[in-house]
C-alpha cells in the first residue's frame, strides 16, 4: 500500500512536471509568434489585437476602478486602526500607497483579469479545438499560436499594466476619501504624504510584475485551451482550471520578483 502511495505521488509530480513544461512552452512560442509577426513584412491580426485590447482593457475598467477604491478604503480603515494607537494616523497615505502600487495594485488588477480575460481565452481556444477549428487552421496553413493567442498576448501586455495604473490611481483617492473623512487628515497633507512616500521605482515595479502576470494569464488560458478533451463537459472543466491555475501562478510570480526586488532594494 505504501509502494502504490509513493508511485500514485510520484506520477503525480511528474505529472505536474509535465504540464509545467508544456504551459511555459506554449507562453515562449506565443512570444517568439508575436515577435516574429510584429517584423516588416509579416502578418499581423492588428483588428483582431484592437479588439482583444477593447475586451480586456476597455471593458474592465469599471469593475478594476470599483475594486481598486474599495481596496483603498479598506487599507485606510485597517492601518488607521493600528496607527491611530500609536499617534501615527498621518502615515495612513505612506502605507496605502505603497502598499498599492508595489503589491495590490498589480495582483487585484490580475485576478480580476484572469476571471474575465483569462477564462474566455481558455473557452475560446477549447471551444475551436472541440469544433475542430484548430486543425482546420492547420489544413489552412496558419499556426493556431500566431493566429489566435499572439493577438491576445499583445493586448494583454498593453491592457494590464495601464489597467493596472489605473487602479494605482483609484486606490490612492479612496485611500483619500477614508482619511479626509474619517481620520480628519486634511487631502493637501494626505497627498504630500503620498508623494513623499512614493518612488518612482515602486511604480515600475508595480507595472512590470502587471506585464509579467498579463503574459502568464493569456500562456495558462491558451494551454487550457488546447489541452481540452471530453466536448462541452471538457471546455467547462478547462476554463475553471485556467482561472485557478491563473491566479495561483500571479500569486507565485508576485512572490518571486517582490523577493528579488526586496534583495536588490
Given at each position: ?29 506565443a512570444a517568439g509568434r508575436l515577435g516574429r509577426s510584429l517584423l516588416p513584412r509579416e502578418r499581423f491580426r492588428l483588428r483582431a ?7 480586456i482593457g476597455v471593458t474592465a475598467l469599471p469593475i478594476v476602478g470599483l475594486i481598486a477604491v474599495m481596496m483603498g478604503l479598506i ?191
Amino acid at each position: 500500500m505504501l509502494r502504490d502511495g509513493l508511485g500514485r505521488i510520484g506520477a503525480g509530480c511528474i505529472g505536474l512536471l509535465g504540464d509545467f513544461g508544456r504551459l511555459t512552452l506554449t507562453g515562449v512560442e506565443a512570444a517568439g509568434r508575436l515577435g516574429r509577426s510584429l517584423l516588416p513584412r509579416e502578418r499581423f491580426r492588428l483588428r483582431a489585437a484592437l479588439d482583444e485590447l477593447h475586451y480586456i482593457g476597455v471593458t474592465a475598467l469599471p469593475i478594476v476602478g470599483l475594486i481598486a477604491v474599495m481596496m483603498g478604503l479598506i487599507l485606510a480603515f485597517q492601518s488607521a486602526y493600528t496607527l491611530e494607537k500609536l499617534g501615527a494616523e498621518q502615515y495612513v497615505a505612506n502605507l496605502v500607497a505603497v502598499a498599492l502600487t508595489r503589491e495590490l495594485g498589480p495582483v487585484i488588477t490580475a485576478v480580476v483579469v484572469a476571471g474575465r480575460s483569462g477564462s474566455s481565452i481558455a473557452a475560446e481556444v477549447a471551444t475551436m479545438k472541440v469544433q475542430e477549428e484548430l486543425d482546420a487552421l492547420k489544413v489552412m496553413g496558419l499556426d493556431p499560436i500566431a493566429y489566435i493567442v499572439a493577438p491576445k498576448l499583445l493586448a494583454m501586455l498593453v491592457a494590464i499594466p495601464l489597467l493596472t495604473a489605473f487602479a494605482d490611481v483609484l486606490g490612492v483617492l479612496g485611500g483619500l476619501a477614508c482619511s479626509v473623512v474619517v481620520l480628519d487628515i486634511p487631502a493637501v497633507q494626505y497627498l504630500a504624504r503620498t508623494q513623499e512616500a512614493l518612488v518612482l521605482k515602486d511604480f515600475w515595479s508595480g507595472l512590470f510584475k502587471a506585464g509579467i502576470f498579463g503574459a502568464i494569464i493569456v500562456a495558462v488560458g491558451a494551454f487550457c485551451g488546447f489541452e481540452v478533451t471530453g466536448g462541452a463537459a471538457g471546455v467547462g472543466r478547462g476554463t475553471t482550471r485556467a482561472v485557478v491555475l491563473s491566479i495561483f501562478l500571479v500569486i507565485v510570480a508576485d512572490l518571486v520578483f517582490t523577493s528579488i526586488f526586496y534583495a536588490l532594494r
